[in-house]
């Protein structure tokens, strides 16, 4: 059996190659290479003083203490322009013509713009002098010694110019990986052949098409090499072809455990070294990376979204080192997520999601791919992959996960997945109406408290409310348009925001933000009462509703008009002991284990006792 890698030692594997060799170019020739070293400006940029406009040149002696009633007339008796050496300068009581950018002669400290003198033939008369002098010191532009590209950065328009204008001719810069694309399977047909429809059982090749634009966005030479079938002579002698003229194979497809995934193998076969093989990921997980003397060796899934995810988090990273990039991952950000995700994880997850702006929470993360690890069409606005580790319970909306930013320049050279911050667990309270919901809610957030559990409260009001006052300043601050209004007073704050409460999770991560940003603990449970709740847990107070479906239930109450005191005091109980255990992390097992030591001999016995919960 193939030897199953951590996404995250594969990455440590991979960047453990060498850059490409080292050329010398013409700096002309440089802009969009990667630097091979630090280089410094090596001289002043000018290395002169020059007039920082076009003037008149002389001493500030000569016209510091200049008025309308005692103007001073200097007569022009010379010129310095640019481009040419410079003279011996103005004498005291002279001025000179000089031009923006002229080097400076070796007498006169001040030069006039022009329109602050009148001249009147060969003379000047100055009666308001400027307060400045207007003469650049050397080194205005680039002062000696200056970094001007850092090794392992991408030589910029702007690098390249500064390069030139420092007089740095050749740049030491990594050579750009060859790199030959290959598509593998019998069912693929090229795009480009025409085919206006195709039979049961082929697909269009459409990795290669995308993996062409990213790979050349790194900064490789490309050459699509086609669609190499399955045969494994035809797939030996494809690959043998490729070993020497180029830098880098990569291949997609034929790299899982099925009778007709050849790549891995035909590699091996030919000699190639096995650096990383099958990857403990979701989606991506099959993969193969490996050496063949100067050659590396990269196949990736067929399967589009797979392929594009391992290549995010590991061919590129291998091909940023290979270009001598300085770091070779992109960054990792802690992110909240928007809506929960349901699913427990047995690999490793890599999510396709959108990371909206900055809130009081953080940066949050909607995820686009629910879970599919074939949703194409829908990870088209991604601008992240969410990762969440192996042995993640269901995560619900709020926690804390890790994601790596696809739209931004590589920070780091190690991909580190966190564990995951469960955010509070959000429970939904449905029953009929009048059943007693509200006065569960208050109940249970009172318990919790005792029990030093922080809980918030969530209310769909479906007919609208007023809570404030009619003429109040708040009130008119909203009536003007204010998108929020916040009023802080000595024991509590009001928070009104102009949107209608269109989802239920947002909600739950408003009232998450809002707790820590008042200085608070972060919540630990947060009741609903309202919406409906397909997927999250509920407790069912008096009959089910109709055409409320629910996720699991936690706990089945009596309603208040119909349950005895003692029954419902068991279930409510049970119902804390469980939250409490659930809040506080205890796996499964051990939750059932102490919620039947903990609770009374009458509450087990209740009908009405909370479950369980099952993690």
Not at 3 to 18: F, I, K, M, T, Y
Not at 214 to 227: A, K, N, P, S, W
């Amino acid at each position: 059996m193939r030897r199953v890698s951590r996404v995250e030692d594969a990455v440590d594997r991979l960047l453990e190659a060498a850059p490409l060799a080292v050329d010398l170019v013409p700096v002309p020739e440089a802009h969009g290479r990667v630097a091979a070293e630090d280089v410094h400006a090596p001289a002043a940029v000018p290395h002169f003083a020059r007039p920082a406009m076009d003037g008149y040149l002389c001493h500030d002696a000569d016209v510091r203490d200049a008025s309308p009633g005692r103007p001073a007339v200097l007569p022009i008796t010379g010129a310095a322009r640019m481009g040419e050496r410079p003279g011996h300068g103005p004498a005291r009581g002279e001025a000179w013509v000089i031009t923006t950018g002229a080097a400076m002669p070796a007498r006169g400290d001040r030069v006039l713009p022009l329109e602050a003198v009148r001249r009147t033939g060969d003379r000047i008369r100055v009666e308001w002098p400027p307060g400045k002098s207007h003469i650049a010191a050397p080194g205005e532009l680039i002062r000696e010694g200056a970094l001007l590209v850092t090794g392992g950065s991408v030589v910029s328009p702007a690098a390249a110019g500064a390069l030139a204008a420092a007089g740095v001719g050749m740049l030491r810069v990594h050579r750009r990986p060859r790199v030959a694309l290959v598509a593998t399977g019998d069912e693929l047909v090229d795009a480009m052949e025409g085919a206006a429809t195709l039979p049961p059982g082929r697909v269009f090749n459409s990795n290669a098409v995308t993996l062409a634009g990213l790979v050349r966005g790194i900064g490789c030479e490309v050459e699509y090499h086609g669609i190499v079938r399955d045969a494994p002579d035809g797939m030996r002698s494809a690959f043998a072809s490729l070993r020497e003229r180029y830098d880098v194979v990569l291949s997609t497809g034929g790299v899982s455990v099925g009778r007709h995934d050849a790549v891995h193998r035909t590699w091996l076969d030919l000699g190639a070294q096995r650096i990383v093989g099958r990857v403990d990921l979701k989606p991506g997980g099959p993969f193969f990376a490996g050496r063949l003397g100067h050659l590396w060796v990269v196949g990736l899934s067929g399967s589009p979204v797979a392929c594009l995810a391992a290549f995010h988090l590991m061919a590129r990273p291998l091909l940023m080192r290979l270009t001598g990039r300085r770091h070779a991952v992109r960054p990792l950000v802690d992110v909240a997520l928007a809506a929960g995700f349901p699913r427990a994880t047995d690999r490793t997850r890599a999510l396709w999601a959108r990371v909206g702006p900055s809130g009081p929470a953080g940066p949050a993360a909607e995820l686009l791919v629910g879970g599919s690890a074939g949703d194409l069409a829908s990870l088209l606005g991604a601008g992240a992959l969410v990762l969440i580790p192996a042995g993640t319970p269901p995560l619900p909306a709020g926690s804390r996960v890790t994601a790596l930013m696809l739209d931004a320049e590589e920070d780091r050279n190690r991909l580190t997945i966190a564990v995951p911050r469960l955010g509070p667990l959000v429970i939904g309270i449905v029953g009929e109406s009048g059943g007693g919901k509200t006065t569960v809610i208050v109940d249970l957030i009172r318990r919790l408290a005792e029990d030093g559990i922080r809980a918030a409260a969530v209310k769909h009001a479906a007919h609208g409310f007023a809570l404030d006052t009619a003429g109040s300043d708040s009130a008119r601050m909203a009536g003007a348009g204010a998108a929020v209004v916040v009023v802080g007073g000595p024991a509590e704050t009001f928070l009104r925001i102009a949107a209608p409460a269109d989802h239920p999770d947002r909600l739950v991560l408003l009232a998450g933000a809002a707790a820590e940003q008042m200085g608070e603990a972060p919540l630990a449970v947060v009741f609903i009462e309202g919406f409906l709740h397909p997927t999250r847990p509920v407790i069912q107070v008096g009959p089910q509703k109709p055409g409320s479906p629910a996720g699991e239930v936690l706990a089945t109450l009596p309603a208040l008009t119909g349950g005895s005191g003692a029954a419902l005091e068991a279930a409510l109980r049970g119902v804390v002991e469980a939250i409490s255990l659930r809040v506080r992390g205890l796996p499964a097992a051990q939750q059932t284990h102490e919620a039947r030591r903990r609770r009374p001999a009458a509450a087990q016995q209740s009908t009405a006792a909370a479950r369980p919960p099952d993690d």
